[in-house]
C-alpha cells in the first residue's frame, strides 16, 4: 500500500506545482484501497475539505494509473503521530524518474504519460505579459499551422519562469485540434536515459523509428545535453529526419545552444534556425496579472494590495510567486483572516528579492569595476574603451535593477554627464542580456560578489 501511494504521489507531483504539491500533500497516507473505497489521512479537517474539492480528480487518476480500483475516496483526519509520506522522502528514497520509469513499466498503457503532456498546462491558464508575448505569438502560430514558420521552435529563459507550462501547452492544444496528431513530450535527461536503456536492450533501431513516426516532437531542458555525445548525436539524426519531413519541433532551454558547451556546431546553429524565443522576468504589471489569474483559478479571494505587495517583493520568478500566494491562501484560510490583514498584521513576510538585502551603490560600483578588474577611478572615468564602458554600462544597469535609483542619480553615481547616457547604457545591457549569455552570467556573477 505504501508503494503504491508512494507511485500515486511521484505521479501528482509531475502534474502540480511544487508549492501545492508540499503543501497539500506532504502529511498523506494511503489508509486503506479495498473494493475501490480509498480512504486518505490528512493533517485536519480543512485538508479534508480542500484534497476533496481540488485534487479529487487528480488523485483518482494517480491511483488508476498506478492499477487501484477507485470507486469512492473519503478522506479522513488522522493523528499525526501516525507513520506518513513526506514528499521529500520520495525524492530521496527513490529519484523521481526512476518511480516514473517504475510506473512506466508496471503499466504501459497509462495514458496520462505515453505523450508526457499534462493537461494542467493549457494556453488559456497561461497569462501574456510583456515577458512572454513574442514566445506566446509564436506558440499560436505553432498551433495554426505546426511545421511551418517557427520549425524548430528554440525557447529559452531562466528556470521558473514558463518554459515547461508554454510547450505542454502546444502540444496539448495540438492534440485538441486534431486528436491523431502524434506528440511527444519528454525532457532531455529522460531521453538520453531512455537511449541507453534502448540501446543496452538491443533496440536502438526501434527508439529512432519511434520519434520517426511522430507529427511534434517537444524537448525539455535541452541544456542537460552537456556531456551526453551518443544522445546528442542520436538527437541530432532524429532532428534531421523530422525536420525533412516538416514535423514540429520544439525545444527549450535555460540557454541559447551555442552558450552550451558540449552542443556540436551544426545542431546549435540549427536549433536556432527559425530563431530564438525567450522568456524574461515579469514586470511588476506582469506579476499583478498572473497572480490574479492564479487566484481567481482557485477561487480565492484575495485584495488587490495583497497581490500588489507580492509582486513587489517576488522578484525571483513565476514558480515562487505561485509559491508565495498558496502560503499565503493556506494561511488566510487557516487562521480566517484575509491576505492583506495577514500581511498588515506581520503574520507573512514575503522576501524573495535580492533588492531588499541593504547594499549601497558605492558597493555596486566598487564590485562591479573589481569584477573587469579596473579602478572605481578608471571605471567612472570619461574613457570610451569598450571593455570600460561596458563595465560602466553593467554597473549602471544594476544600479537601476538593485537599488531602483533615478537615472540622474545613476549619473552622478558613475560619472557621467546626463542621464540619456545612462538610459542608454541600461537599455544597451537589458537589449544584450536577450542573446547575450556570457553577460548574463557575469551580471550573476557580479551580483554574488555584492550580496555575498
Ligand atoms: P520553467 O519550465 O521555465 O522552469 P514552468 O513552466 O515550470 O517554468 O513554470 C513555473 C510555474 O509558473 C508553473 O506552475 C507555471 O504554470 C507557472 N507560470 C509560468 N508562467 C506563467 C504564466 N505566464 N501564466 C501562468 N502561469 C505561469
Ligand atoms: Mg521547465
Request: aromatic share 8%.
Amino acid at each position: 500500500m505504501y508503494d503504491v501511494w508512494q507511485n500515486a504521489l511521484a505521479e501528482i507531483e509531475q502534474q502540480i506545482s511544487v508549492a501545492n504539491f508540499s503543501t497539500w500533500f506532504q502529511d498523506t497516507s494511503l489508509i486503506t484501497a479495498e473494493d475501490g473505497n480509498i480512504k486518505i489521512g490528512v493533517k485536519n479537517s480543512f485538508y479534508v475539505k480542500q484534497l476533496r474539492a481540488r485534487y479529487y480528480d487528480i488523485i483518482a487518476n494517480a491511483l488508476k494509473n498506478n492499477n487501484t480500483q477507485v470507486n469512492n475516496i473519503e478522506f479522513e483526519v488522522v493523528s499525526t503521530n501516525k507513520p506518513k509520506i513526506k514528499p521529500r522522502e520520495i525524492s530521496t528514497v527513490q529519484p523521481i524518474k526512476t518511480q516514473i520509469k517504475t510506473i512506466r513499466k508496471n503499466n504501459h498503457e497509462i495514458k496520462s504519460f505515453s505523450n508526457g503532456l499534462n493537461p494542467k498546462y493549457t494556453l488559456d491558464n497561461f497569462v501574456i505579459g510583456s515577458n512572454n508575448e513574442l514566445a506566446v505569438a509564436a506558440a499560436k502560430s505553432i498551433i495554426n499551422s505546426p511545421g511551418d514558420k517557427y520549425n524548430p521552435f528554440f525557447l529559452y529563459g531562466g528556470p521558473g519562469l514558463g518554459k515547461t507550462h508554454l510547450v505542454q501547452a502546444i502540444g496539448n492544444e495540438l492534440l485538441r485540434n486534431n486528436p491523431d496528431c502524434k506528440i511527444l513530450y519528454t525532457p532531455i535527461s529522460h531521453f538520453y536515459s531512455d537511449f541507453i536503456d534502448a540501446i543496452q536492450n538491443g533496440k536502438g533501431k526501434e527508439f529512432n523509428l519511434k520519434f520517426q513516426k511522430l507529427d511534434c516532437l517537444i524537448i525539455d531542458d535541452f541544456q542537460f545535453i552537456v556531456n551526453k555525445e551518443k544522445s546528442q548525436e542520436e538527437f541530432f539524426n532524429i532532428f534531421n529526419d523530422l525536420y525533412q519531413l516538416n514535423k514540429q519541433i520544439i525545444v527549450t532551454s535555460d540557454r541559447l545552444p551555442s552558450q552550451i558547451k558540449t552542443v556540436d556546431e551544426r545542431l546549435s546553429t540549427r536549433l536556432t534556425w527559425a530563431g530564438a524565443f525567450d522568456i524574461q522576468l515579469p514586470k511588476f504589471e506582469d506579476k499583478c496579472a498572473i497572480l490574479r489569474a492564479k487566484a481567481e483559478l482557485q477561487g480565492a479571494e484575495i485584495e488587490p494590495e495583497a497581490i500588489e505587495y507580492i509582486a513587489e517583493n517576488v522578484n525571483t520568478n513565476i514558480r515562487d510567486l505561485e509559491g508565495e500566494l498558496s502560503t499565503i491562501l493556506l494561511m488566510s484560510e487557516v487562521r480566517g483572516l484575509t491576505p492583506l490583514e495577514l500581511i498588515n498584521n506581520g503574520s507573512v513576510s514575503v522576501n524573495k528579492t535580492s533588492k531588499l538585502r541593504p547594499v549601497s551603490a558605492k558597493q555596486i560600483v566598487d564590485k562591479t569595476a573589481k569584477y573587469y578588474n579596473l579602478s572605481t577611478k578608471e571605471m567612472c572615468g570619461k574613457s570610451r574603451i569598450a571593455n570600460i564602458k561596458n563595465a560602466r554600462q553593467v554597473t549602471m544597469f544594476l544600479l537601476s535593477k538593485e537599488l531602483n535609483l533615478s537615472t540622474n542619480k545613476i549619473a552622478a553615481e558613475v560619472g557621467v554627464k546626463d542621464h540619456t547616457t545612462v538610459m542608454h547604457g541600461i537599455k544597451k545591457i537589458e537589449k544584450d542580456l536577450k542573446l547575450n549569455f556570457i553577460l548574463r552570467d557575469q551580471i550573476e556573477e557580479i551580483k554574488e560578489k555584492i550580496y555575498g
